[in-house]
């Protein structure tokens, strides 16, 4: 059975460096690398639970976003990163490759968009499962019987999402195939847009489910009986289609590079270029946990 384990980098790697830094580690040459083994750890440690047989990792974009060029206010940047987190970022890079994981990205996309297609090149080369782990809620739209979430829970363990617990157990309170929909309506603050204005959490799911899609619910919009959300509604239109663009995973985004069915096996790395960088970082005791994988 072939299970891939698809990793969105910079989330994981980031939940992994505030999850290191209360208890810091140093290279010898004096460079922290607390994420890094956190990182490694975390990984590891969901690789067997999930006895996946393949990893790859999804990156974002290095020639910027282009849904940031339909709205500039997408995903709007934060607080400087803190001084030693970029350089853990290139470890940790560095070591994902020479555990012989495929990387990935989708130029002009983000992070979230690279999974979804490696999710669907994965399925159409025949893998058996395929789990998404990510704290991002975009994703949600891509459970069905062979994609799962796994969503990071504060203290450890994930939530797991198909499609069932989409519709019953997320924000978003539909199927799958609906998610983006109802981000269109009550849009997403960690990605920078509000959806229409006065339609909640509690109205948006409703609605949606109620009329099948957002562009069914503008059609039958005289079947919206509260005068005050009909208003609302018609008032928000072309916010809403916006948000539904922006919500909208691009599942057919080119990916570099291209989808290698037979690429990111688990246990077939190089174990001395493994153990050469593992030891320059101080870090040689992971040796023996990776030693513990077996070979997808």
């Known amino acids: 059975m072939r299970r891939l384990l698809v990793i969105d980098f910079a989330n994981i790697a980031h939940r992994a460096y505030f999850a290191g830094r209360g208890s810091p580690v140093f290279a010898p040459d004096g460079r922290p690398v607390f994420l890094v083994r956190t990182f490694l750890r975390l990984l590891l440690a969901r690789i067997r639970t999930e006895e996946a047989t393949h990893v790859a990792l999804a990156f974002e974009s290095t020639t910027g976003s282009r849904r940031r060029d339909l709205y500039p206010g997408y995903k709007p940047r934060g607080a400087q990163e803190p001084d030693d987190l970029l350089p853990q970022l290139r470890d940790a890079n560095v ?33 058996d499962h395929v789990l998404l782990f990510t704290a991002d809620h975009d994703l949600l739209g891509m459970a069905d019987e062979r994609v799962t979430i796994l969503r990071p829970k504060v203290g450890g363990g994930v939530e797991r999402y198909g499609p069932a617990e989409v519709e019953t157990g997320s924000p978003y309170r539909v199927p799958p195939a609906l998610v983006a929909d109802v981000k269109a309506l009550i849009g997403d603050a960690t990605d920078g847009y509000s959806g229409v204005r006065g339609i ?54 080119p990916l570099s590079p291209a989808f290698d069915p037979d690429a990111g096996r688990v246990g077939t790395h190089d174990r001395d270029r493994l153990s050469a960088y593992l030891a320059a970082l101080g870090l040689a005791d992971l040796v023996r946990a990776v030693d513990g994988l077996s070979a997808g």
């Not at 994902?96 to 080369?125: K, T």
């Not at 609605?207 to 928000?236: I, N, T």
């Open 95 to 127: 070591v994902a490759g020479r555990l012989g994981w495929a990387r990935h990205r989708a130029e002009g996309w983000e992070a979230d968009d690279a999974m979804a297609g490696i999710a669907v090149a994965a399925v159409a080369a025949g893998f």
């Open 200 to 253: 909640g959490p509690a109205a948006g799911p409703d609605l949606v489910r109620r009329f099948g899609s957002l562009a069914s619910l503008y059609d039958r919009m005289d079947e919206v009986e509260a005068a005050g959300v009909r208003a609302r509604l018609l008032a928000g239109r072309e916010d809403a289609f916006r948000c539904l663009d922006l919500a909208t995973l691009r599942r057919d985004a």
